[in-house]
């Protein structure tokens, strides 16, 4: 039987969204396109052997015919997992619980003890270089001792992508959202859908990710730090508004989600220096390629945030794609 792969995964996880060219496969995940041809062969093998229909081409454009339901049941497959997502999952396990045992782990994954200590051997390496210290408990396991900035940061972020990808996405890592099912994100969806629709304010899925994670990372080790030098006071109406609709959840909580909403009301642009950086230099190569130099202020940030948006797609290996035809007046 044949063994399904990280890239294999990942091919898999863009024919659930539509069909693509191989320029567009080697576009986006970033390889040669000999190699996604072995992949596509590797998997219409794994799909012959699961009874399924298989990867086809017509007119050089490839596509996977799958029911809503085979795509599921796909999926759901606790081998369906890349490397990524097994180490995006071992180090929020680490963090969130401040202790692991990597034999209980590498029975839950279903690898082998050399893969799950090549895994680790990658988080520790993080948390190294970002200053967190942990320590050896004997016959027991590894024990967080200290949680740098950096590594609050990224713990984040590693939640961030698991809610955009849980938006969109049938991959779904189900070893995160058994870390994550007290959290009860369903209903804290809704209320923040409601609080953003209320304060007429974008809902746009890095903002409502990122609440989600920051509802985790509160519990976790306290949350972060948004209040700016402003006069709150003239936001009292929103600040109450928020203490009600979010009265099940703690005062810590509240009062965060308070101070990013205000932050995003005032139109300030909630991404990391260095997103920041990167999306600035797009910007400007942009308007000198499209010859935009009189563009809009309020459409240039509007952009920026787009860019920014992508970005933090890009860098964290979220295929969510969308095939569309472009005629030569939208080009233009």
């Keep these: 039987?044949?063994?399904?792969?990280?890239?294999?995964?990942?091919?898999?996880?863009?024919?659930?969204?539509?069909?693509?060219?191989?320029?567009?496969?080697?576009?986006?995940?970033?390889?040669?396109?000999?190699?996604?041809?072995?992949?596509?062969?590797?998997?219409?093998?794994?799909?012959?052997?699961?009874?399924?229909?298989?990867?086809?081409?017509?007119?050089?454009?490839?596509?996977?015919?799958?029911?809503?339901?085979?795509?599921?049941?796909?999926?759901?497959?606790?081998?369906?997992?890349?490397?990524?997502?097994?180490?995006?999952?071992?180090?929020?396990?680490?963090?969130?619980?401040?202790?692991i045992n990597l034999e209980s782990e590498k029975e839950r994954l279903n690898i082998s003890r050399s893969s799950i200590i090549r895994y680790f051997n990658d988080i520790k390496k993080i948390l190294e270089i970002n200053g967190s210290q942990y320590e050896y408990i004997v016959r027991k396991g590894l024990k967080l001792t200290f949680l740098s900035q950096n590594d609050k940061n990224i713990f984040s972020k590693k939640l961030i992508k698991f809610f955009i990808k849980y938006d969109f996405s049938l991959n779904n890592?189900?070893?995160i959202m058994d870390l994550i099912?007290?959290?009860?994100?369903?209903?804290?969806?809704?209320?923040?859908?409601?609080?953003?629709?209320?304060?007429?304010?974008?809902?746009?899925?890095?903002?409502?990710?990122?609440?989600?994670?920051?509802?985790i990372c509160i519990k976790v080790f306290g949350g972060f730090n948004f209040k700016k030098d402003y006069d709150y006071n003239e936001f009292s109406n929103t600040e109450d508004f928020i203490k009600f609709a979010l009265k099940d959840y703690d005062t810590q909580y509240q009062q965060q989600i308070f101070y990013f909403i205000i932050s995003l009301k005032r139109d300030e642009i909630n991404f990391e220096p260095s997103t920041l950086e990167k999306a600035f230099k797009t910007i400007k190569e942009?308007?000198?390629?499209?010859?935009?130099?009189?563009?809009?202020?309020?459409?240039?940030?509007?952009?920026?945030?787009?860019?920014?948006?992508?970005?933090?797609?890009?860098?964290?290996?979220?295929?969510k794609v969308r095939n569309i035809t472009i005629n030569t007046q939208e080009k233009f």
């Design 1 to 99: 039987m044949v063994q399904i792969n990280t890239t294999n995964i990942n091919i898999l996880t863009l024919f659930s969204q539509g069909e693509f060219s191989l320029e567009e496969l080697s576009l986006y995940l970033n390889l040669e396109k000999t190699s996604i041809y072995k992949n596509i062969n590797s998997i219409n093998s794994f799909l012959k052997d699961e009874n399924l229909p298989l990867i086809s081409l017509n007119k050089a454009i490839y596509s996977l015919k799958l029911s809503k339901f085979q795509w599921e049941h796909l999926f759901r497959r606790k081998d369906f997992i890349t490397s990524d997502e097994i180490i995006d999952y071992l180090y929020l396990k680490f963090i969130h619980d401040g202790f």
């Design 173 to 175: 890592s189900i070893f």
């Design 181 to 215: 099912k007290n959290y009860d994100i369903d209903k804290l969806l809704d209320n923040l859908y409601s609080i953003f629709k209320t304060l007429k304010l974008p809902a746009t899925h890095f903002f409502i990710s990122f609440l989600c994670s920051l509802h």
């Design 286 to 319: 942009i308007k000198t390629k499209l010859n935009l130099n009189d563009l809009n202020p309020l459409l240039e940030k509007m952009l920026l945030k787009k860019i920014c948006f992508s970005i933090f797609k890009y860098e964290n290996h979220i295929f």
